[in-house]
């Protein structure tokens, strides 16, 4: 697969802080929309 993408351990954390700051918001729906596409085989994710 050659869409592989690397998320970094702070992005599996960003769901858990303040949601009422705009830019943890967007980062915890971005994460969440791309762990939906790993789930669907859109992307492979990758790992160190």
Known sequence: ME???Y???CSFNR???DQTI???YLE???KT?????II???FE???S
């Open 3 to 5: 869409n592989r993408i």
């Open 7 to 9: 998320l970094d351990n």
């Open 15 to 17: 769901p858990y802080d």
């Open 22 to 24: 705009l830019r943890n």
């Open 28 to 30: 915890a729906e971005a």
């Open 33 to 37: 929309y791309i762990q939906l596409q």
């Open 40 to 42: 669907n085989k859109v």
């Open 45 to 47: 994710l990758a790992w």
